[in-house]
Structures are given as structure tokens and as C-alpha cells.
């Protein structure tokens, strides 16, 4: 066996079968192929959260990545072309059946890391169910949500959608795909959503931001981008050795 593998996806199941069950720790990404403004790819959020997993992976003795999940909930940003979704109940069956399938093999300790708001309860519903019912050790991990992640590298600024602080992490992971040359005409909506009566009203994206984009657009930053994603597989990789370490839940 090749010590060296960490993406789950090019290993053989004779090497898998090798895989220490108690200390190994298993990482997917998860996203959503959804429109993120004029100047992004589609694929942001998956793109991002497989960046962060695999570079994890890479650095970590006890993890292994998964392949990644890039379709999630995302049905409000349908109005905008390329955009796919599925629906919250198949998509919550859908993670709930990968992790038992990881249970299957023995393999109990996951973390899903997660690009993309829509999907965060249907995860934890399926991470619930699996370490209630199953006994497995599943775990989230959201860069854009995870404390103080973001306001520390980008001085106090929150994450929105497609925003500054995402073009700058897309920009580093994949610099060849978002066009710098669109940033000077950008409009956005200040904030995510629409209020009737002071109360949220969830909406299509379409209905509050004619470009997909919510939150500011100052400071994009390719520097920025990068120290949030070194950040990110810092604070990660120490998480996964305390859950490698970690014997079991009572
Ligand atoms: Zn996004």
C-alpha cells in the first residue's frame, strides 16, 4: 500500500481493507452548484470545501477524503442559469446514506465539511440520526461559520454570498476560474434575503439581487483568500487529530 494516498476515490478496496477503523478519520465535502454572482464559477462552495478537505487529508497521518457531494439545496438560486438542486428531503436521505455506508465498512468517525448554507440542517439531521442511531462520531465543519474564522483574517467582515470575503477564498483556490476583470462593475444586495414586517421572508435570490450577489464587495483579496484557507486547514487538521485520538461516545 502507497502510504501516501489520502482521496479515498484512488485507492484500491485491498488497501482500504487495511485502514485502521479506530484512529482513521474520514473527510467530506460537500457544496452546491449554484450561480455566485457574475465573476465565479458555479461550483464555488463544493470547489472550496473539497479544497479545504483534500488539503486537509493530505497533511493529516489518520484522514482519508471522500469523494465530494456537489448538489445540494439550492432551489432559490434556480432563476440564475447552470444552477442545480435537490430537495431537502432527498438530500438529507442522500447524507444519511452515504454515512451508513461509511458505517457499513466499519469506518465511524466523519467530518462533512460544508460550503453551502442550504445545507446545513438536512446535514446535521443525517449526522444526528447516525451518531444516535448508529454510534458513529460525525462531525460539521462550515469555514464561512466556524468561530472566528472569517472575522479574523478579513478584520470583522462576515461571510454573505459571493461577497468579498467568498471571491477571495475562490480566487485562491482556483484562481483560473473567477474573472478579475468583472470585479470593477459588480452590484449587490447589502444583505441576504427580504424582511416583510421585520420578519425574514425566504425569497428566491433573484427577488432581492439582480446579480446573485449579497453582502460587500470591498476588499477582495487574493492574500486574504489564501491565509483564510491556511487557516481553515489548521483549525481543521487539529480537529482531526483530537477525533483520531478520540476512543469513543458513551
Ligand atoms: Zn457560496
Redesign the pocket.
Known amino acids: 500500500m502507497e502510504s501516501d494516498r489520502y482521496l479515498l476515490h484512488e485507492m484500491a478496496w485491498q488497501d482500504i481493507s487495511k485502514i485502521d477503523n479506530k484512529k482513521s478519520v474520514f473527510i467530506l465535502p460537500i457544496g ?1 452548484t449554484e450561480q ?1 454572482g457574475p465573476q465565479n464559477p458555479i461550483g ?2 463544493f470547489l472550496i470545501a473539497e479544497h479545504i478537505a483534500r488539503k486537509t487529508a493530505e497533511k493529516s497521518p489518520f484522514a482519508f477524503c471522500l469523494p465530494t457531494i456537489p448538489v445540494g439545496v439550492a432551489s432559490h438560486h434556480r432563476n440564475f442559469p447552470g444552477t442545480l438542486w435537490v430537495t431537502h428531503k432527498v438530500f438529507e436521505e442522500f447524507v444519511t446514506d452515504v454515512l451508513k455506508a461509511l458505517h457499513y465498512h466499519g469506518f465511524d468517525k466523519v467530518i462533512a465539511v460544508n ?2 448554507g442550504g445545507n446545513t440542517s438536512s446535514i446535521l439531521n443525517a449526522i444526528s440520526y447516525c451518531n444516535d442511531d448508529l454510534k458513529m462520531t460525525c462531525m460539521l465543519f462550515e469555514w464561512w461559520n466556524h468561530p472566528d474564522l472569517v472575522t479574523s483574517v478579513f478584520e470583522g467582515q462576515s461571510c454573505g ?2 461577497d468579498a470575503v ?1 471571491t477571495s477564498v475562490i480566487l485562491a483556490a482556483k484562481p483560473e476560474l473567477v474573472h478579475t476583470d468583472r470585479f470593477e462593475n459588480l452590484t449587490s444586495s447589502s444583505k441576504w434575503g427580504r424582511e416583510i414586517g421585520g420578519l425574514y421572508l425566504p425569497s428566491r435570490t433573484d427577488q432581492f439581487s439582480s446579480s446573485g450577489i449579497a453582502g460587500s464587495l470591498e476588499g477582495i483579496s487574493l492574500e486574504k483568500g489564501q491565509k483564510l484557507l491556511e487557516t481553515a486547514v489548521s483549525v481543521l487538521k487539529q480537529s482531526v487529530e483530537e477525533i483520531s485520538a478520540y476512543s469513543s461516545i458513551e
Open positions: 452546491s455566485h464555488t462552495d460550503g453551502h454570498h459571493a467568498e
